[in-house]
């Protein structure tokens, strides 16, 4: 069992950077791959970026978000810069055994989200 919690979010002017925090409890961290996704009101959760041995970012965050992870604290972080106000959203981490995958289905272990709001 994984539980995450996520920190960071706020509300930061258009262009501004923000960067979330997602902690995991367990011991095991550094075997899951570990995810970012969003959910606008009224949208579905979308894929924002994940890491395993490798990264993916959605094409809307390339070259401005950057995933990254500590395992020895346990935790993932998404640095945000360049911000838009279609950023706004609520972030979700969430964790899975094996290779980062970009959709939400097999992700089994999710936090609670954290505010990111992008005024203009």
């Known amino acids: 069992q994984v539980q995450l919690v996520e920190s960071g979010g706020g509300l930061v002017q258009a262009g501004g950077s923000l960067r979330l925090s997602c902690a995991a409890s367990?011991?095991?961290?550094?075997?899951?791959?570990m995810g970012w996704f969003r959910q606008a009101p009224g949208k579905g959760r979308e894929f924002v970026a994940a890491?395993?041995?490798?990264?993916y970012y959605a094409d809307s965050v390339k070259g401005r978000f950057t995933i990254s992870r500590d395992n020895a604290k346990n935790t993932v972080y998404l640095q945000m810069n360049s911000l838009k106000p279609e950023d706004t959203a609520s972030y979700y981490c969430?964790?899975?055994?094996?290779?980062?995958?970009?959709?939400?289905?097999?992700?089994?272990?999710w936090g609670q989200g954290t505010q990111v709001t992008v005024s203009s």
């Open positions: 890491i395993s041995s490798r990264t």
């Open positions: 367990g011991r095991t961290f550094s075997s899951y791959a």
């Open positions: 969430a964790a899975r055994v094996g290779a980062a995958v970009v959709t939400a289905g097999p992700y089994n272990y």
